[in-house]
């Protein structure tokens, strides 16, 4: 505030140099009057802002003056420029003096209706009780719940304003917080807190304010505001995506028999198992060969259900491969697990590493069968497609003919 009266303070000095140096004082008295109303009504417009300074003519949070050296007979908006800023907080300061009034008001004035009432009673005790008596008693009890109201009402308004500048001083630079971190900073309860917050948000204290969805972090930026409603969304777009994508696949597995059901959820059981077991061994060479053979049997396992047709192919796999295989795994498992290698175990598990590599090659080569049929049509069109060049002329022999 004194930076600002010495701003506007300057701002007359300059205004009767002027006048001095050039000899004109016929606008002297109105220029220095339209300062200091200029002064007094922004002076006027931060307290009712609470604390913020704002030009009454635009509303804009104008901090100081901005002179323009170079035009003194400039208007009165060239010489005071807002300046264009987002301030997050309110100070509060108009709130803690209406409360302090309040709170002051209301005891004093609440003490001297309790003394008449007192007094009331008294006299009424030692002369006889009459209406008069009854009806004044009446007015000094209702004076006192007013004031005791008035009281109560302003000492919450001067501590509802501490405990914001102690939220404000929590967040500190930062454009969003958590709640439980304020609670935990001011020693209050998160319910508390949350109510507090957003009382605040609502009255304005937090000018750009908001909370998630959740009610759990505060954010006091828009810009801090509009990249969450941007996350949310794009997590809500992709949620919907994945539903959609899961509901297809649960239509398309409806539609399929009751025995490639029955195989396909077996075939998942194994997948879920080979990759339990890779988890289980350490090795990094090994598992990279149990990885490639998870995504090979899922793969196998996918084309199945969207090729129902060639689930007698499976018979094969199901009933003798991926058994074995599992037997393999685990036996790898249990000899890795073993404190002491000698020998017989680092052979076995040798063995048992070059089978999961025979295993893999018979996985893609079954997965390479399954596709087959595609190859085949994928085939035929490209020769029907050639023929088709060919007889139009299209293809470069038949521009050469």
């Not at 007094?40 to 300074?53: E, F, L, R, T």
């Not at 959820?265 to 990885?291: F, L, M, T």
Request: aromatic share 8%; glycine share 6%.
């Amino acid at each position: 505030m004194n930076n600002d009266w010495e701003h506007f303070g300057e701002e007359i000095k300059q205004t009767i140099q002027d006048a001095i140096d050039t000899k004109d004082y016929s606008r002297l008295n109105q220029m220095v009057s339209d300062t200091v109303n200029h002064a007094m009504d922004c002076v006027s417009a931060g307290i009712k802002n609470g604390g913020w300074y704002r030009d009454p003519k635009t509303g804009q949070p104008l901090y100081g003056n901005t002179k323009n050296a170079g035009n003194r007979s400039g208007s009165e908006n060239q010489r005071y420029r807002p300046v264009p800023v987002s301030p997050r907080y309110l100070k509060g300061t108009s709130v803690k003096i209406g409360g302090t009034f309040l709170a002051a008001t209301g005891a004093v004035f609440g003490l001297t209706s309790v003394i008449f009432l007192i007094i009331t009673l008294i006299g009424s005790v030692i002369t006889a009780f009459d209406v008069v008596s009854g009806l004044i008693i009446g007015i000094f009890a209702v004076a006192f719940i007013s004031f005791a109201v008035m009281t109560y009402v302003g000492v919450d308004m001067v501590c509802t304003v501490g405990r914001f500048r102690q939220y404000v001083s929590v967040l500190r630079d930062r454009e969003f917080c958590d709640v439980k971190e304020i609670a935990s900073a001011t020693g209050r309860d998160v319910r508390k807190v949350l109510k507090d917050v957003k009382k605040m948000i609502t009255k304005g204290w937090f000018c750009q304010g908001h909370l998630d969805e959740k009610e759990s972090c505060l954010m006091v930026s828009e810009q801090a505001w509009n990249q969450y409603t941007a996350l949310m969304e794009d997590m809500k777009q992709r949620k919907a995506e994945e539903q959609a994508a899961q509901r297809k696949m649960q239509e398309e597995y409806d539609r399929l028999s009751p025995e490639v059901q029955k195989i396909v959820q077996a075939g998942d059981e194994y997948v879920r198992r080979i990759k339990a077991a890779n988890d289980a061994i350490p090795g990094e060479v090994i598992s990279a060969k149990i990885s490639r053979m998870e995504l090979l049997v899922d793969r196998i396992f996918d084309r199945v259900e969207q090729n129902p047709d060639s689930v007698n192919d499976m018979r094969r796999m199901m009933d003798y491969y991926l058994p074995t295989t599992m037997k393999l795994l685990e036996a790898y498992e249990e000899l890795d697990a073993q404190p002491v290698q000698g020998e017989n175990i680092i052979s076995s598990k040798k063995e048992i590493e070059d089978t999961i590599d025979t295993l893999n090659l018979a996985f893609e080569k079954l997965l390479d069968s399954l596709f087959q049929d595609t190859a085949w049509d994928v085939s035929s069109d490209i020769s029907v497609l050639h023929t088709m060049l060919a007889q139009e002329g299209l293809t470069e022999d038949g521009l050469k003919k």
